[in-house]
Nanobody, 124 residues
Framework: QVQLVESGGGAVQAGGSLRLSCAAS????????MGWFRQPPRKAREFVAA????????YDSESVQGRFTISRDNTKNTVYLQMNTLKPEDTAVYYC?????????????????WGQGTQVTVSS
C-alpha cells in the first residue's frame, strides 16, 4: 500500500504560479513512476504529467507543455508539480498517482495508488 497526500493547491489569479506537492508514505517511493492528473469541473479526469522512477518526464503537450514542470525528490518521497502562467482553464482538482508499471504512463488505469486531490482555482 502507498498513501499519497497532495498539498499546495489554492486560489490564484491568471498568470500566477503554484507548486503542488505529493508526499508518499513508503520508503520504496523510488520504485514507482508518478503522475499528476486533474479533473476540471463537470469534466472527466485528464492526464497532466508523469515522471519516471529516475526522473524522466512526460507531459500533456497541448495543455501544459512549457508552463508546468514535474519533478521528484526520492530522498523525500515527494513529487512536485510547478505550475506557472496559470490560466482559468487550469482550474481543477489535481491528483497525484503512483504506478508500478514498467514505464510511466498517460493512462489513469496504469496507476494503482491515488491521493485525495487538491483544488486549484484560477480566476481571470
Amino acid at each position: 500500500q502507498v498513501q499519497l497526500v497532495e498539498s499546495g493547491g489554492g486560489a490564484v489569479q491568471a498568470g500566477g504560479s503554484l507548486r503542488l506537492s505529493c508526499a508518499a508514505s513508503r520508503d520504496q517511493f523510488s520504485r514507482f513512476h508518478m503522475g499528476w492528473f486533474r479533473q476540471p469541473p463537470r469534466k472527466a479526469r485528464e492526464f497532466v504529467a508523469a515522471i519516471s522512477r529516475t526522473g524522466g518526464a512526460i507531459y500533456d503537450s497541448e495543455s501544459v507543455q512549457g508552463r508546468f514542470t514535474i519533478s521528484r525528490d526520492n530522498t523525500k518521497n515527494t513529487v512536485y508539480l510547478q505550475m506557472n502562467t496559470l490560466k482559468p482553464e487550469d482550474t481543477a482538482v489535481y491528483y497525484c498517482a503512483a504506478s508500478p508499471r514498467l514505464v510511466p504512463s498517460r493512462i489513469s488505469s496504469d496507476y494503482d495508488y491515488w491521493g485525495q486531490g487538491t483544488q486549484v482555482t484560477v480566476s481571470s
